[in-house]
């Protein structure tokens, strides 16, 4: 299971560190992990994948310089700083797991529930 935590209500400009942690039996060192977001009326979009062991990452323009996606295996937990906020960014966040980056991207294996972050003008 993948609990997401860090959601809150920011101004335009400010940053947020959300965490997704892996509970029961579930290690993320196993997979790759990504984020996800999906505003109100619109289509859940990618945001970020980083590869199982962090050597790579990819992001989608929208927030590339701005996101910084990181993992800390033995913590079993994976990050997504999220620094000059938008209120664009405003949406729910998901993080996600898959067997690699380029499936995590696309079509992950498992889903957390989301953490809303809202970012006010």
């Known amino acids: 299971q993948l609990v997401e935590s860090g959601g809150g209500l920011v101004q335009a400009g400010d940053s947020l560190r959300l965490s997704c942690a892996a509970s029961?039996?579930?290690?993320?060192?196993?997979?790759?992990m990504g984020w996800f977001r999906q505003a109100i009326g619109k289509e859940r979009e990618f945001v970020a994948a980083?590869?199982?062991?962090?050597?790579?990452?990819t992001y989608a323009d929208s927030v590339k310089g701005r996101f910084t996606i990181s993992r800390d295996n033995e913590k079993n937990t994976i990050y997504l700083q999220m620094n000059s906020l938008k209120p664009e960014d405003t949406a729910v966040y998901s993080c996600?797991?898959?067997?690699?980056?380029?499936?995590?991207?696309?079509?992950?294996?498992?889903w957390g529930q989301g953490t809303q972050v809202t970012v006010s003008s």
């Open positions: 980083i590869s199982w062991g962090g050597y790579s990452a």
């Open positions: 996600a797991a898959g067997e690699n980056v380029e499936d995590v991207s696309t079509s992950p294996n498992y």
């Open positions: 029961g039996h579930a290690y993320i060192s196993m997979f790759a």
